[in-house]
Nanobody
Framework: QVQLVESGGGLVQAGGSLRLSCAASGRTFGNYAMGWFRQAPGKEREFVADINGSGSRTYYADSVTGRFAISRDNAKATVYLQMNSLEPEDTAVYYC?????????????????WGQGTQVTVHS
């Protein structure tokens, strides 16, 4: 069973930055793409960013391109989401997820393990 534990959420002023981390259990971390998704109150879960198993390829939602950066450290079995120039619209619970395969997809259906989520609140 794979466990994913997110950390780094919090309250930040608009224009500020946060860095989310997601630590994964298991010894085959580098075999799988990892992704970040978010869900705001009253809205459906949406894709934010994902990264392939080696870290050589990334994919972003249009709404965060140029502001967020996903990265991973396979030796530490950890994936990160650096969030800059945060906006109130970025307020949501952010979830880390592990894909069923190596490649980025931007599709939640490809992800079969999920963390518990971490709250990010951006105030103006």
């Amino acid at each position: 069973q794979v466990q994913l534990v997110e950390s780094g959420g919090g309250l930040v002023q608009a224009g500020g930055s946060l860095r989310l981390s997601c630590a994964a259990s298991g010894r085959t971390f580098g075999n799988y793409a990892m992704g970040w998704f978010r869900q705001a109150p009253g809205k459906e879960r949406e894709f934010v960013a994902d990264i392939n198993g080696s870290g050589s390829r990334t994919y972003y939602a249009d709404s965060v391109t140029g502001r967020f950066a996903i990265s991973r450290d396979n030796a530490k079995a950890t994936v990160y989401l650096q969030m800059n120039s945060l906006e109130p619209e970025d307020t949501a619970v952010y979830y880390c997820a592990r894909s069923q395969n190596f490649y980025t997809t931007g599709n939640a259906n490809a992800y079969n393990y999920w963390g518990q989520g971490t709250q990010v609140t951006v105030h103006s």
